[in-house]
């Protein structure tokens, strides 16, 4: 099956392995390496600088008679899926399906395939593809996505917890056995059913070499767990076709998965997001992340393919992910990466546009949420948000 690299949301592809910085090491594809250094580590070193920031900023406030409603004390916590108790998924879990059952506020002349108001966010997502990958706003405009998405099941469905992320590396050599993907009732269901005989997905972009990808495991609809009953409203937006109406029509049908190891081991590894996090500078630590075409699809395509699309709930959890990355990296060296930018407004600058700037807007449409200044979400405790990653 030959797809057009920009009908995809996640055409990504990895730049070849750089050079790591002197403190990292990239001789396993585990979740630590040989010199001991982890992502877990690194985390740490990030959140160690950004509660001294809070810190400052609290003492700061508080001798000037002002409130501080960010501090130490107040801040969210994001934690990877698996660490989450059964009751902390659960909750999770009924209010993902809560936003699956509640209204729309897209009106269907905007989409006509919109039936829920998780549909919303899906919509959205699809609407923006071209204007939101491979450009100065790919980071914040998906982490502002992730945070009005968990706005939206905390306010409208109850949900007292936060976004939860998956830790690529953990599990990549089985992600079926992930407790996000396993089919138990505390996961986001399972895999597809198996359909055999399929040819491998062809990645193509104009004057790079194609790029193949084995299929998985699955292919077909899921069958287990709490979202095996679930129906797709929106697209397809990553097969041969976009779908009715360039994926905003309704075509109701099935969620279909096809957990991939043979992705995961090739773009989801401790060495590839090592690779991504030795980057110096805001734009190769874009292209690591979301690659260059021809060459790979990089983690952020690599989470994708592993496992499914917006339509799919593990799509926030993924994004999750890829902000609290960025985060990390960010905190790394606070001064000099915090408001980092690279990139134009446009798809790959094509047609070619402006650089974009921390004064540019972005907006969910109906997902929700203000227009926002790029600006104002460069930092996970600064204007709105108010959280961290453990």
Not at 32 to 57: F, H, V, W
Not at 180 to 199: A, H, I, K, W
Not at 229 to 255: F, K, M
């Amino acid at each position: 099956m030959r797809l057009n690299v920009l009908a995809l949301i996640w055409v990504a592809a990895s730049l070849a392995a750089p050079a790591p910085v002197a403190s990292l090491s990239d001789e396993s594809n585990s979740t630590s390496t040989s010199s001991g250094i982890t992502l877990d580590e690194l985390q740490s070193q990030a959140n160690a600088n950004i509660l001294a920031s809070l810190d400052k900023r609290h003492e700061d406030l508080t001798s000037r008679g002002q409130p501080s409603p960010c501090n130490r004390n107040t801040v969210a916590i994001r934690k990877e899926y698996g660490k989450l108790t059964s009751v902390e998924k659960i909750n999770y879990i009924n209010a993902v399906k809560c936003l699956q059952q509640k209204s729309p506020r897209t009106p269907l002349l905007a989409a006509p395939g919109v039936r829920t108001r998780y549909d919303d966010f899906v919509a959205t997502h699809i609407n923006q593809t071209l204007q939101i990958h491979y450009t100065g706003n790919f980071l914040s405009w998906h982490r502002y996505y992730v945070w009005i998405y968990e706005k939206a099941l905390r306010e409208e469905c109850g949900y007292t917890g936060y976004q939860p992320y998956w830790e690529w590396s953990k599990y990549v050599a089985a992600p079926q056995d992930n407790p996000m993907l396993d089919g138990s009732s505390t996961s986001l269901s399972g895999n597809g059913v198996f359909v055999p005989n399929r040819s491998d997905v062809i990645l193509t972009s104009p004057g790079v070499a194609s790029l193949y990808l084995k299929p998985g495991l699955g292919g077909g609809c899921i069958y287990n767990g709490p979202f095996a009953n679930y129906t797709v409203n929106l697209g397809p937006i990553s097969s041969g076709t976009t779908g009715v109406d360039g994926g905003l029509g309704y075509n109701p049908r099935c969620l279909s998965r096809d957990i991939n190891p043979y992705t995961a081991a090739r773009f989801l590894t401790w060495s590839d997001v090592l690779s991504i996090m030795s980057q110096t500078d805001i734009y190769n630590f874009q292209m690591n992340l979301q690659g260059i075409p021809g060459i790979g699809i990089g983690a952020h395509g690599g989470g994708h393919y592993t496992v499914g699309n917006a339509n799919d709930p593990s799509f926030f959890v993924h994004h999750g992910q890829v902000d609290r990355v960025w985060t990390i990296w960010q905190w790394l060296d606070p001064v000099n990466r915090t408001y980092a930018l690279a990139q134009t407004n446009t798809y790959l600058n094509s047609p070619p546009s402006a650089n974009t700037t921390l004064n540019d807007t972005v907006q969910l449409g109906f997902a929700g949420g203000a227009t926002k200044e790029i600006g104002e979400l460069m930092s996970v405790v600064e204007g709105d948000f108010c959280y961290i990653y453990v």
